[in-house]
């Protein structure tokens, strides 16, 4: 299913809008999509379902050798994975914008998008929260999946703790006292905690940072489909850990 983003005031390439290949609860994908939004870049939505087989996938999914999302299409320009495509934006159309005011706030955002996108996502994502909700990232045997989800959050536990010690005892955000994308992008990833539905006062720095993220302009409507999926797993309970 398509559908149209925000009409923008830039041009861009060839005067087509941006073709932006998703899945809505991917914390990638949100960002990249935010960052459309927040930029008024012309773009179009293109959401992804690979559970139908690779048969149903776009052609452009089936032409790429990773068929992964999310995938920007500009013109001839095929990019995948959350940081490349946002350096490309940031790159070609914004002059950086969102990234920081000087080279040394530019290259930390870079960084820290790039430690979410591996490491916070997969410590998250992957090592915690999919192995409880999505059977294609469990193992069969629900004793060591219940054992791999133990030990998931252990590793949780010392990423936020990180945020909360290292990046947010002194600043507001992440790379200082201003919102960048780095906030964005690690904010979509920290909320994929919500799918659990349970509440921890732990990390008061995080949940502070956290909730002045979640009121930004295009938050709300970026995680629409988000929201709407942890309301189903939690019986409408949307919390912050």
Same mark, same amino acid.
């Given at each position: 299913m398509a559908s149209k983003g925000t009409k923008g005031k830039l041009k861009t390439r060839n005067g087509k809008p941006l073709e932006l290949y998703l899945i809505r609860i991917s914390p990638a994908c949100r960002a990249v999509? #935010?960052?459309?939004?927040?930029?008024?870049?012309?773009?179009? !939505?293109? $959401?992804?379902?690979?559970? +139908? *087989?690779?048969?149903?996938?776009?052609?452009?999914?089936?032409?790429?050798?990773h068929q992964e999302v999310p995938l920007l299409v500009d013109g001839d320009y095929i990019i995948f994975e959350g940081p490349p495509i946002l350096n490309y934006l940031a790159q070609t159309y914004t002059n950086h914008a969102g990234f920081g005011s000087n080279q040394s706030t530019r290259l930390a955002t870079e960084s820290v998008i790039s430690w979410a996108n591996s490491e916070l996502h997969r410590v998250i994502g992957y090592g915690y929260i999919y192995p409880? #909700?999505?059977?294609?990232?469990?193992?069969?045997?629900?004793? !060591?999946? $219940?054992?791999?989800?133990? +030990? *998931?959050?252990?590793?949780?536990?010392?990423?936020?703790?990180?945020?909360?010690?290292?990046?947010?005892?002194?600043?507001?955000y992440l790379t200082g006292k201003t919102l960048t994308m780095a906030d964005i992008f690690v904010a979509t990833v920290v909320a994929q905690l919500q799918w659990t539905g349970s509440k921890s006062q732990m990390w008061p720095n995080v949940i502070e940072w956290l909730s002045r993220v979640q009121k930004v302009e295009f938050w709300e409507e970026v995680h629409a489909s988000h929201r709407q999926y942890v309301q189903e797993l939690t019986g409408g309970r949307i919390l912050v850990h």
């Open positions: 999509w #935010f960052y459309l939004l927040q930029n008024n870049i012309p773009h179009v !939505l293109i $959401d992804v379902d690979f559970t +139908k *087989g690779e048969t149903t996938l776009p052609d452009v999914l089936l032409r790429n050798s409880q #909700f999505l059977e294609k990232y469990a193992v069969p045997s629900e004793h !060591l999946n $219940d054992a791999i989800v133990d +030990k *998931g959050l252990r590793h949780v536990t010392q990423k936020l703790e990180i945020l909360e010690g290292r990046y947010l005892s002194k600043n507001k």
